[in-house]
Each structure stands twice: as C-alpha cells, then as structure tokens.
C-alpha cells in the first residue's frame, strides 16, 4: 500500500506544486498563530478564533479527489456550473453556508444588522455636522488608496474593493469584492478582516503620535441635555435607508440591514433584539470567521497579487486613521479647541471598535473624561459615510 | 447638595459606594458598561448621601446615580 | 494614473455633498418632528379646558 494514499493530508504535500505544499504548511502555522493572538486578546478573538482553526485544518486536510486531482471536502468557491455545484453541496460540509449565504452576501448584512441593533444613533441625530465631517475625513484611506491600486497594477473593481478596507467595514468589503473583484474576493477580504482586528491593537498608537497628551485628556462637557427620542431615531432609520437605497440601490441590501437592525434596538421589541443581538450577530460572525478560515486553502489564496493586497490595505487604513484624526483636529479649531482630537479616530467605522479606542487612549490621560458619545456618533456616520463610498463605486466602476 | 450624573448611556455593572461613605476626588464610583467597555465614574469629594440605582440598571446620559453632600 | 485620480475625487465629493445632504436631513427630521410634538401637547391642553 503507498503511504501517500494512507494519509492523504501528508501524501498529498508531495504530489502538489512545492510552491502550494509550502503555502499550505505556512498556513497551517498562521492559522495556529491566529487562534493564539486570538486568545490573547491582540487580534479580534470572535473572528479569529474560527479563522484560524478553518485555516489550519483546511491546509492540512487535503486529499486526492481523482487520481490527478487534489483538494478538500470543506469547500469549493470555485464552482460556478449548476450541476457542478448541486454535487459539491452534497459533498462539501460547508458548501451551502458559502453558496447560500457568503457568496451573495447575505452573511454580510446579518453581520450589518447586528450591528445596528447595537449601535445607538442618538449621537448622530444629536450632532449630525460634527459626526459627518470627522467621518468623511475618516474615508482618506478609501479615497486615496484607489489611485495608489490602480497604479499598482489593479483593475478598477479590484481597486475599488481594496481601497474600501479604508472604510474599515467588513460587511461592506465583502459585498463590494464580490460584486467588483469577483476573482479577488478571498484575498481582499480576508486582508481587511485581519487588519481591521488589528486596529484595535494598532490605533491607540496612531493617536498617541498624532495627538499630544494634553489634547488628548480633554473632556467635553455635555451639552443641554438635548433629548433624542426613539421615534426620532426610528424616523431617521426610516429615512435615511429609504434616501440611501433610492441613490445607490447595488448597496441597498447593506442600508436597509443596518437600519433594520437599529429600528428593532430602538423599538423595544426585546425578542427581536434578542434574535438580532445574541443569535444573528454571533452566528454570522462566527461562520464569518470560519468561512474566511475556509477560503485560505493554498491553492485558492496564491495570487501573485496578494502582497500588493497585503500593502494596500496596510495604506488604506493607515490613511483612514490619519484623517480621521485630522478630522477631530478640524473640529477642534472650528469649535474654539473645545474638542478632543482623538475621537477623531472613531471615524474609521469599525463599530464599536474605534470609538472604544477613542474612549481608552482619552481616559488613560485624563480618567475623567467621557468621549465615547461624540465617537460612537463619529463611528456610525462612518458607517453611514463608507456606506456612500461604496454605492457610488459600485455604481461607477462599472462605467469606468 | 449635588447629583452625580452619568457620563454616558450604559448599564450599571459595578457599585462601589454606599450611602453614608466618605469620597474622595480619585474614588471610582461606579462602573458603568457601555458597548461592552468598562468605564469608571469619578464625583467630588464629600458624602453620599443617597445611592439611586443598583447593579444592572439600564442608564441614559445625564441620569442621576447618586447625590452626593 | 491621472485618471484614477480624477475618479477617487469624483467620488469623493459625490460622497461628501450626499454626507452632508444626509447631515441637513438628519436636522431637518428634528425639526420637522418637534413641531408636531408640541402642537400634540397644546391640543390636549385645549381638550382638557374643554371638558
């Protein structure tokens, strides 16, 4: 009996191109370090928990599908053929949660309705002006990154969905990849997942070089307690989806997910914001992760362009941060330095991540002081903000 | 006579005062949870007077925790 | 590389008017809301000094 064909995990290294044998050993070892950083709370554990399990048992649970033919019985994204596919759902174990809900992004909205139903947008209502204006200067990243790809080599779609990373929102990387870089879709979403994990860990630094110590502690008295009732948030979730998708119908399904979901927190039917908060934004998060795990299969994720993705999206949420936080110093000078820059950051809408970032670095100078408002109406407007960005990339890219 | 407000919208996770306690400016008073982030609340320096809420209290902006002499 | 980027600006300022327009929505909602509500308390009153 050959051994190759015994353990067909290990048989298969040698039979496969070096290049992929090695690949896989390489990602085997990195999805055992993200589980580890995961744990250690460095990157986002939620996601990448199930990331890294997926991606170390998928590049090591390779077999002989033919004689000739290698590959895994987890997934298969590359199956596009009716027939083709009817048989791998059958075969492949998680075949039908990529079929059904990643590849058309459904996973994605959930993941966005989740998140509305935790987010409160009273900040946004509150001080509408403020929110947009750090937020759009948040989106530095999203803008410029795109010429910067594209002189890189990327086409425009592929460009476009890199330079989304910026907005620092998974959800809507996913649905601009698979709509504007279908063949690049693994690899830039999984480069924006894992850097966004990052930011947590990463920005604190960013707002300590860009904001010194004693901007950095000052507190902001709240203002006249300007009451923002449910009905008036509900109203403008109401609006503001039907405005949104009346303008960039291709991310319709992302508006109205995310409105949906804070429409639900704000109405106050507890058993829907249980469905929305514990069991939609968990599960899809989970299998987010799993599945993002799952797609790193070597032979799927080697693209000679990966490393380009890799700088990219390094660029694109680096000059996010750096113009959010600028976007808090314009807010500074324009509200007579009674501002604190650092909530610049909680522009870059990764909810709740960068507004906690905010909060974190202001108090460690000054335990005093309570920004996390003013951020998280920063952080959602972000997400309003990036939403904008990619409608109209998804609706001129293709014109281009 | 002065009330101790909430800085922010969240639940009430943690109390660490009691009426009739002394405070000083440093004490953590409250913890309060909002967006899964512990945020500790600090008062003036006297004496609580009252304590008005318990572990677990949902709490908007501005909402009184306590009042303080 | 000039023309990408045209592109990135052109979508930048469409997205910064809309973010804007959406910011003047948001305060116009308010305000349209605002004055319904007081008219509703006004109209009780009236009510309550009819009966």
């Known amino acids: ?3 190759a064909m015994l353990f067909q995990g290990v048989g298969t290294l040698f039979y496969q191109d070096p290049k992929i044998a090695i690949a896989r050993i390489v990602l085997i070892l990195l999805g055992i370090l993200l589980v580890y950083l995961g744990r250690k709370e460095v990157l986002e554990p939620l996601i990448m928990i199930p990331m890294g399990f997926g991606m170390s048992a998928v590049n090591a649970g390779v077999l002989f599908l033919s004689t000739s033919q290698t590959g895994t019985i987890f997934i298969d994204p590359m199956v596009t053929e009716t027939n083709g596919l009817m048989q791998i759902l059958q075969i492949d174990f998680l075949q039908p949660i990529y079929t059904f809900t990643f590849s058309n992004g459904l996973i994605a909205c959930i993941v966005f309705m989740g998140i509305g139903v935790i987010s409160d947008v009273g900040n946004v209502l509150r001080y509408p ?4 204006l750090i937020a759009l200067c948040a989106e530095l990243g999203t803008i410029v990154t795109f010429p910067i790809a594209h002189a890189m080599g990327l086409s425009w779609g592929e460009a476009a969905a890199v330079s989304v990373i910026g907005g620092a929102d998974g959800p809507m990387v996913l649905f601009t990849s698979l709509i504007l870089a279908k063949d690049l879709f693994v690899p830039i979403t999984i480069v924006a997942y894992l850097y966004l994990s990052l930011t947590y860990g990463g920005y604190p630094f960013l707002i300590r070089l860009m904001v010194p110590k004693e901007l950095r502690g000052i507190a902001l008295k709240p203002t006249k307690r300007n009451d923002v009732t449910s009905g008036e948030k509900i109203a403008f979730d109401l609006i503001a989806s039907t405005v949104l998708c009346l303008l960039f119908p291709v991310a319709a399904p992302l508006f109205l997910s995310f409105f949906l979901g804070n429409a639900i927190k704000e109405s106050g039917v507890t058993k829907y ?12 998060t989970f299998f987010l992760g799993l599945m993002l795990g799952v797609l790193c299969e070597a032979s799927t994720i080697l693209n000679p362009k990966i490393l380009i993705l890799l700088v990219l999206g390094m660029i694109a949420l680096l000059l996010s941060g750096i113009g959010g ?19 610049g950051i909680a522009g870059v809408s990764c909810v709740p991540t960068t507004a906690k970032v905010a909060q974190k670095e202001a108090a460690r100078v000054n335990k005093r002081c309570v920004i996390l408002q003013y951020a998280m109406g920063a952080n959602i407007c972000g997400v309003i903000t990036t939403a904008i960005l990619t409608g109209i990339y998804i609706t001129i890219v293709p014109l281009l | 006579m002065g009330e101790l407000i909430s800085p922010m919208a969240g ?10 306690q002394m405070i000083t400016e440093d004490d953590e008073l409250f913890i309060i949870e909002a967006m899964k982030m512990e945020n500790a609340v600090y008062g003036d320096p006297g004496i609580v007077k009252e304590v008005l809420v318990k572990v677990g209290d949902k709490v908007e902006e501005d909402d009184v925790l306590a009042i303080i002499e | 590389m000039k023309e990408a980027i045209l592109v990135a600006l052109e979508v930048y300022y469409m997205g910064f008017i809309i973010s804007i327009l959406i910011a003047a929505l948001i305060k116009g909602i308010q305000l349209v809301i605002r004055r319904f509500t007081p008219k509703k308390g006004a109209e009780s009153e009236r009510k309550e000094a009819a009966e």
């Open chain 2, 11 to 20: 639940r009430v996770q943690e109390i660490h005062v009691t009426a009739g």
């Open chain 1, 325 to 343: 936080i600028a976007g808090g110093y314009l807010v500074y000078l324009i509200n007579h330095k009674k501002f604190n820059p650092a909530v």
């Open chain 1, 1 to 3: 009996m050959n051994p």
């Open chain 1, 129 to 132: 002006f403020t929110s947009m």
């Open chain 1, 273 to 284: 914001i249980q469905l929305l908060e514990d069991i939609f934004l968990y599960a899809a």
